[in-house]
């Protein structure tokens, strides 16, 4: 069993569509918790860095980690075409700093 | 701020060659690791520097695979010899050496296929 589960997509919404992406994972010792997207032939832009439980907001994306079922979100208000890419979820536990990522989710977001 | 760059951006060499790779990190970043995502897997670890120190190198798949990173800067991860499983997109990152939380900064990566 691979330590974060993620679905590969590809996940198509129209524009202005609210988003939602999600993985779980499986190491309880996880605490960090990490969103990057990832445009094609291009590295993985850190969008979103949380630490244990609850939520957190940057502008229109919105991170999720709920410790208790193991189960990380991200959402995205207000879709744009510009936001078509692949969102990689990431989880490490203190005292490491061994990223575990999941395979990603391709998004492509319909003008 | 410049971001972390690699060299190069894609390189392919026949089975048995040899290939460095280079990453240069952020300025003043002393954490530096190296990442491989091969096709149709997820990105997973190789090893992380602090400074010029190997501080894990669990996920260096064999001894083909030798990294190093002198004077604690730039960084290079050499294959010798290439197999056909070496195939895929070599990451590197870095970030600040903090208490506390580690946000890595990921470059655009190196493509290495081997024929």
């Known amino acids: 069993q691979k330590e974060v589960e993620q679905d590969p997509g590809p996940l198509s919404v129209p524009e202005g569509a609210i988003v939602s992406l999600n993985c779980t994972y499986s190491n309880s010792a996880f605490q960090y918790f990490m969103w990057y997207r990832q445009y094609s032939r291009k590295g993985p832009e850190l969008l979103m860095y949380t630490y244990s439980s609850g939520n957190k907001e940057d502008g229109r994306f919105t991170a999720q980690v709920d410790k208790s079922s193991k189960y990380i979100s991200l959402f995205i208000r207000d879709s744009q075409p510009s936001d078509s890419a692949t969102y990689l979820c990431?989880?490490?536990?203190?005292?490491?700093?061994?990223?575990?990522f999941g395979t990603g989710t391709r998004l492509k977001v319909l003008a | 701020e410049a971001g972390v760059t690699q060299f190069p951006s894609h390189s392919v060499i026949e089975k048995g060659q040899t290939v460095t790779l280079r990453c240069d990190p952020i300025?003043?970043?002393?954490?530096l690791y190296w990442y491989r995502r091969v096709m149709g897997k997820e990105i997973k670890f190789l090893l992380h520097f602090v400074k010029e120190s190997k501080q894990d190198e669990s996920g260096m798949p064999n001894n083909r695979f030798l990294a190093e990173r002198t004077g604690g800067t730039y960084s290079t991860l050499k294959v010798q010899p290439a197999e056909l499983e070496d195939s895929g997109v070599y990451f590197c990152?870095?970030?600040?050496?903090?208490?506390?939380?580690?946000?890595?900064?990921f470059g655009p990566g190196t493509r290495l296929t081997v024929l």
């Open positions: 990152a870095s970030s600040p050496l903090l208490a506390g939380g580690d946000e890595q900064f």
């Open positions: 300025s003043g970043h002393d954490n």
């Open positions: 990431a989880s490490y536990t203190s005292g490491t700093y061994k990223y575990i």
